[in-house]
């Protein structure tokens, strides 16, 4: 081979050597982009995985709160809102998401879930479950679209949630139910209790479901006599087929940071509820504000309300607070989460968002409103007169 061919031989092996490098560069990064993905994806899914065991019974089955069924008083932690892109708010939302996980709020029933506060959760737990909420693992630079991360953690905590509250064997309806059906019969009762809560679920992706309790229990036709749309949920129509869960499970009810218990990281203590004075009048529509934790009406805090009966009443709520409140008042059978209730709109207003709460109440008589968030804090009277 003369020298000639030589140097176009090396020339032509170079040209080859360097586009493979290029080559391998641009599918390295693609890789590595891929793997990054992979790895947030699973981070959001075992983030998924805490919450269907530690959170669900204050923020959903499916992190939306009272979005997702009324009473449930943990704020929506499944919104586009939460998955920004930018650096600078990205680091801000998920710093903020940290701290309440760590640290809870005091005045709330959000307690402390860090080891280091007392909880069950080390850093890292922590920080999968804010890959969760925002869609990108805390230090790293979020993907194109979080969506998909967060949205891939949302699913597996829903499948988690169904595994964890499925009979063995399956309980499914055995008829069709109408919405206002009291009696449904299933594939099996056997082992069901009265005053237990089951969930009646048509697509088990599906993130619309009834609760209804267990009345009375005949085993000899499989039927069961039920309160149709209990805990706040809707009474909907059910094909044959469908599968029976176990109820969630209640929400607690020790406030964080209560007076006699000492707050996590050093926030102060909650005060107690305040005390209204004498009944303010209020006809047509009134512009209250509610704060972290109190209602207020020009200067008075929880004000005792006092309407007219038949009087149409519109209560303007503005949220100045960083928590999430509502108010809602207890029909006449004096009793909050069943279907005499008068509830604000929307049902939960995050801070700085605003609400109304319309009502008429033509019976005299004495009735009570809270938030339903901060029930033991956030309180009061609307007395009904002629």
């Known amino acids: 081979m003369n020298t000639s061919k030589q140097v176009n031989v090396m020339i032509g092996l170079l040209f080859v050597g360097a ?13 590595q982009g891929s793997a990054l ?8 899914e075992r983030g998924g995985f805490l919450f269907s065991r530690n959170c669900s019974s204050c923020h959903g089955l499916t992190g939306r709160g009272a979005e997702e069924r009324g009473g449930l008083p943990g704020a929506n932690l499944n919104e586009e809102a939460d998955r920004p892109t930018a650096p600078g708010e990205l680091a801000a939302d998920q710093s903020r998401f940290r701290d309440t ?18 909880g069950p959760l080390n850093d890292f737990q922590i920080e999968q479950l804010v890959t969760l ?7 790293e630079d979020p993907l194109d679209d979080p969506n998909v991360i967060s949205e891939a953690g949302w699913e597996f905590a829903f499948e988690q949630a169904n595994h964890d509250s499925a009979f063995d064997p399956p309980k499914e309806l055995a008829e069709h139910v109408d919405a206002d059906a009291a009696t449904l019969k299933l594939n099996d009762v056997s082992g069901l209790l009265e005053d237990q809560t089951l969930r009646i679920d048509d697509e088990p992706g599906d993130e619309v ?9 005949s085993e000899e036709n499989n039927e069961i006599e039920v309160e149709r749309g209990a805990e706040g949920s809707d ?25 006699g218990t000492t707050p996590p990281c050093g926030q102060l203590a909650a005060g107690p509820a305040a005390t209204p004075g004498p009944p303010v009048a209020v006809t047509g529509s009134v512009s209250m504000s509610m704060g972290d934790n109190f209602f207020d009406l020009n200067g008075q805090r929880n ?3 006092s309407v007219r ?3 149409p009443i519109t209560v303007q709520l503005a949220n100045a607070g960083t928590q999430v409140h509502n108010m809602s008042v207890a029909g006449p059978d004096g009793e909050f989460g069943t279907d005499d209730d008068i509830a604000s709109d929307p049902a939960a207003i995050s801070g700085g968002g605003s609400g109304t709460l319309a009502f008429t109440i033509s019976q005299p008589d004495t009735y009570l409103y809270q938030c339903d968030f901060h029930p033991g804090q956030m309180n009061g009277e609307i007395t009904v007169t002629q």
């Not at 586009?19 to 890789?31: G, K, V």
């Not at 909420?133 to 230090?139: A, L, S, V």
Request: glycine share 12%.
């Open 303 to 305: 004000p005792a309300l």
């Open 309 to 311: 009966s038949g009087d």
């Open 209 to 217: 479901y009834e609760i209804v309790k267990v009345v009375s229990i």
């Open 19 to 31: 586009l493979a490098t290029l080559l391998y560069f641009l599918w390295d990064s693609e890789r």
């Open 133 to 139: 909420i925002t869609g990108t693992f805390p230090g």
């Open 235 to 259: 009474a909907a129509e059910h094909a044959k087929g469908v599968e029976v869960f176990n109820g969630p499970v209640a929400p607690g009810t020790t406030i964080t940071g209560e007076p």
């Open 37 to 44: 993905e992979r790895q947030m994806e699973e981070n959001a």
């Open 101 to 118: 996980i760590r640290c809870g709020r005091v005045g709330t029933l959000m307690p402390s879930w860090s080891q280091a506060q007392g």
